[in-house]
């Protein structure tokens, strides 16, 4: 029974890291094709938006990993 307990309380505290990955995975995306829609672009400036998304993957991925 105090497993079972634990278990929920568990659930319980996942919920607001899946809702924040949900909300993330739904922004960034629109945040990049409104950062490339300005004609004035250029490679550089694209290649940092790209390798934020990556250091921002990577510090996602060490967070779930302290957590579980």
Do not use: H
């Amino acid at each position: 029974m105090l497993k079972l307990i634990k278990c929920e309380f568990l659930k319980l505290k996942r919920k607001p890291l899946v809702f924040i990955s949900l909300l993330l995975s739904v922004f960034m995306p629109l945040a990049y094709a409104f950062f490339l829609a300005d004609v004035n672009t250029d490679v550089d400036a694209v290649n940092g938006v790209m390798s934020s998304l990556f250091q921002l993957r990577a510090c996602l991925k060490n967070i779930l990993n302290c957590l579980f």
